[in-house]
């Protein structure tokens, strides 16, 4: 059973940094694409950054580019989110989930519960 359990949010000023984790279980990181999605109260899950299997290839939402870093430890079945200079309207349940890579389309239809980041302005 894959399990995608992320971790790191938390209240930051604007301006602010924050580092998310996604700990996988019950699949090789290694062999997916993967990415972060995120969603703001009344508004739908959207696409924010992704890492391709072996790490070498990345993309990003236009609202996060020059901010955000994805990167991944395939020995830790773990991918991170760096977030820098965050701005109140990235306040959201940010979550993973494996991707197709080139698109916003997830692999897995079940979702971790996702961790709160809530930027201050």
């Known amino acids: 059973q894959v399990q995608l359990v992320e971790s790191g949010g938390g209240l930051v000023q604007a301006g602010g940094s924050l580092r998310l984790s996604c700990a996988a279980s019950?699949?090789?990181?290694?062999?997916?694409?993967m990415g972060w999605f995120r969603q703001a109260p009344g508004k739908e899950r959207e696409f924010v950054a992704a890492?391709?299997?072996?790490?070498?290839?990345?993309y990003y939402a236009d609202f996060v580019k020059g901010r955000f870093t994805i990167s991944r430890d395939n020995a830790k079945n773990t991918v991170y989110l760096e977030m820098n200079t965050l701005k109140p309207e990235d306040t959201a349940v940010y979550y993973c989930?494996?991707?197709?890579?080139?698109?916003?389309?997830?692999?897995?239809?079940?979702w971790g519960q996702g961790t709160q980041v809530t930027v201050s302005s």
């Open positions: 890492i391709s299997w072996s790490g070498g290839g990345t």
């Open positions: 989930n494996a991707i197709r890579w080139g698109t916003a389309k997830v692999e897995f239809g079940s």
């Open positions: 019950g699949l090789t990181c290694s062999a997916y694409n």
